[in-house]
C-alpha cells in the first residue's frame, strides 16, 4: 500500500540526504490502536530517478506492507509527477496522439507502443483530475499552472488522496470494460451468464431448443453395426460431449467409451 510521505526537499535533496532513512510512519493505517508489531521493512529504490529508494514498512497482523512515497514522486508509474505532466502538456500542444507520441519517446520506441505509453499516462492524469474536480472542484481553477501535480499532491488531505487514481493519488483506478478485468486467483467463474445458452455442468436452465440440441451433441456413436450387430470401430473412440467456452478460448472435453 502506497502513502504519501509529506516533504518540501527536492529530488537532489531527498536522494543526497538519503532522506528515506529519516521518514517515520507513526501508526499503522490498519491498526491505529497499536498492537500489531508494526515494524520498519527497510527500503526499495525506484528506476527512475537514480539513487532514489522509498521507505517501508510490514505489519504482520494485516500481513501488508506501506510504503511513504515522497511527494514529488508519481504513484504506482514510474518517474516524477513533473515528468508525466510535461508529457501531457506535450499531447495538448500537438496536433496529433502520434505527433506526441513520436516526440515524447523518440525514434527507439516503435509508434504503437509508444501511444499506448503516452495515452496511459494522459488518461490517468485526465482521471485524477476529474476526481477532484467532484471532490475539491475550488483547487482546479488555475488549471495550466506548472507543476500543478506536485502542488495537488502537497496541497490535498491524506483521505482525498486515496480517492484518486494514480499516478497523482493512491487509490485504483475503476475498469469499466469487462475484457481487461481480471479475476482473483483461484478457479474460472463460470462463463455461462455471460454467453447466454451454454452448458452448465452443475444443470442449467435451458430453453426446448437448446436443450434439444445438447441433447444431439450428447447422442454417442452407434458401437453396433445396423446391419450385422457386430460392434464397430467407434466402439472405443475418444467422444467430444461438451464444447465450453471460457476466458482461455474454447476447449473439447473428451470421454473415452469402454
Not at 527507439?108 to 490517468?124: D, H, K, N, S
Not at 444443470?203 to 441433447?215: I, V, Y
Not at 452407434?222 to 476447449?251: D, E, I, N, Q
Request: one cysteine or more; charged letters at 15%; a positive charge.
Amino acid at each position: 500500500m502506497q502513502m504519501v510521505l509529506r516533504t518540501t526537499s527536492s529530488v537532489e535533496a531527498y536522494i543526497a540526504n538519503r532522506e528515506w532513512r529519516m521518514a517515520r510512519l507513526p501508526a499503522c493505517p490498519l491498526h491505529p490502536q497499536g498492537g500489531c508489531s508494526l515494524a520498519r521493512h527497510g527500503s526499495y529504490p525506484r528506476v527512475t530517478p537514480p539513487g532514489l529508494r522509498v521507505a517501508r514498512w510490514y505489519c504482520p497482523k494485516g500481513h501488508r506492507t506501506f510504503s511513504l512515497l515522497p511527494d514529488f514522486l508519481s504513484a504506482r508509474l514510474p518517474g516524477l509527477l513533473d515528468t508525466i505532466e510535461a508529457c501531457v502538456e506535450v499531447v495538448q500542444s500537438a496536433r496529433s496522439m502520434e505527433a506526441a507520441a513520436d516526440l515524447v519517446r523518440g525514434p527507439e520506441v516503435t509508434l504503437p507502443g509508444a501511444i499506448r505509453w503516452l495515452r496511459r499516462r494522459v488518461q490517468a492524469v485526465h482521471g485524477g483530475l476529474s476526481v477532484i474536480a467532484d471532490l475539491v472542484p475550488e483547487l482546479l481553477a488555475p488549471v495550466h499552472q506548472a507543476g500543478l501535480l506536485q502542488k495537488l499532491r502537497r496541497s490535498l488531505p491524506t483521505a482525498v488522496l486515496a480517492c484518486i487514481p494514480a499516478p497523482l493519488g493512491f487509490g485504483a483506478g475503476g475498469q469499466s470494460r469487462d475484457v481487461h478485468h481480471q479475476h482473483e486467483m483461484g478457479p474460472d467463474q463460470p462463463a455461462w451468464p455471460r454467453y447466454g445458452c451454454a452448458f452448465s455442468p452443475a444443470g442449467s436452465s435451458c430453453d426446448a431448443k437448446c436443450l434439444r440440441q445438447c441433447q444431439r451433441q450428447q447422442s454417442p456413436p452407434s458401437t453396433t453395426c445396423s446391419a450385422s450387430g457386430g460392434r464397430t470401430g467407434a466402439f472405443k473412440m475418444l467422444w467430444p460431449v461438451v464444447t465450453s467456452v471460457g476466458s482461455s478460448g474454447s476447449g473439447s472435453i473428451s470421454i473415452a467409451l469402454d
